[in-house]
């Protein structure tokens, strides 16, 4: 059984303080009264790299951006306190910004960081900035990227489950997906769902790269999916979930899962990043980067435990 998620500390890495209440704050703010968790607002300033009597401009005018921003984080966290949430604040320089908020994990341990997915214009949909793809590949800690405005009142939870391991994701990160997903359902009196996305078969099939192909039959085609469908039911099962709480979607997962997350009118989909390469870097899996931009509700993305 894997261990629950805790919510003891939250951090919250913003962008810009001076935006006061953001989605990302009240989102943070929700969570602490319904967990007691305590929240950390923390900006990180990009320092400079120029030399000389122009580093010397330039470290004054940070000096001067910092003091700024810790106002603005203050006077925010004020708000908060008057909730009763016990609030820190926090103004770190450094370069690159993920790497400030990377420390800033280390140093304070959170059981959980937050970071918020931004509009460049009115028409445009979320986008993630390198930034945040670095915190996705190296945040110890499940990362919530909130993409939601609305408040989370009795949300679907979405947990985007891979039973068969595909390209190399650790068997054990079904049981961490799920375990955080219903984590947040519980705190949130939200209601836990299952996904897997899967490919169906083609019409044909290459026999070898670059030769001939091999027509797949009804018959090669029924069993194919009766296959997937048993083993995703069993490994839902193992996890406590009825079937009328699962879905096995047959399509492209770029597509299906935004329009699943849409119709269950999710708040939050759950989905892991896994070990890609023999860098060990750590890259959200298939079903999630070309996903990302397209969900509306906020994500979670968790990783294997090491």
Not at 241 to 246: D, G
Not at 292 to 297: A, G, I, K, N, S
């Amino acid at each position: 059984m894997t261990p629950a998620l805790k919510f003891d500390r939250i951090l919250v890495a913003l962008a810009n303080p001076t935006a006061g209440m953001t989605s990302g704050v009240r989102r943070a703010r929700d969570l602490a009264h319904a967990t007691g968790a305590s929240v950390e607002l923390f900006n990180a300033i990009c320092s400079s790299e120029s030399s000389g009597s122009l580093h010397a401009a330039a470290e004054q005018f940070t000096r001067l951006e910092a003091s700024q921003n810790r106002h603005a984080l203050e006077q925010t966290a004020k708000k908060l306190r008057r909730e009763e949430i016990l609030v820190t604040t926090t103004v770190q320089t450094g370069y690159p910004v993920h790497e400030s908020i990377l420390r800033q994990i280390k140093l304070t341990k959170p059981d959980l960081v937050l970071i918020e997915a931004h509009k460049h214009n009115v028409f445009a949909r979320f986008l993630l900035t390198q930034t945040d793809f670095e915190l996705i590949r190296h945040c110890p800690v499940p990362l919530l990227i909130v993409k939601g405005h609305a408040a989370w009142r009795s949300p679907s939870i979405l947990a985007a489950l891979d039973p068969f391991h595909s390209k190399d994701k650790p068997s054990k990160l079904d049981e961490v997906i799920i375990g955080a997903a219903r984590a947040f359902a519980e705190k949130t009196s939200g209601t836990l769902h299952a996904a897997h996305i899967f490919k169906p078969l083609l019409p044909y099939l290459p026999s070898v790269p670059g030769t001939t192909l091999i027509e797949v039959s009804g018959a090669d085609k029924r069993t194919y999916e009766a296959a997937v469908r048993k083993h995703f039911y069993e490994a839902v099962a193992r996890h406590g979930l009825p079937k009328s709480k699962a879905h096995l979607i047959g399509g492209d997962s770029m597509l299906a899962l935004p329009e699943l997350a849409h119709t269950l009118r999710a708040g939050l989909v759950v989905m892991g990043a896994v070990s890609r390469s023999a860098l060990k870097r750590l890259f959200i899996g298939s079903t999630a980067e070309h996903v990302l931009d397209r969900l509306e509700c906020d994500v979670l993305i968790v990783k294997p435990k090491r």
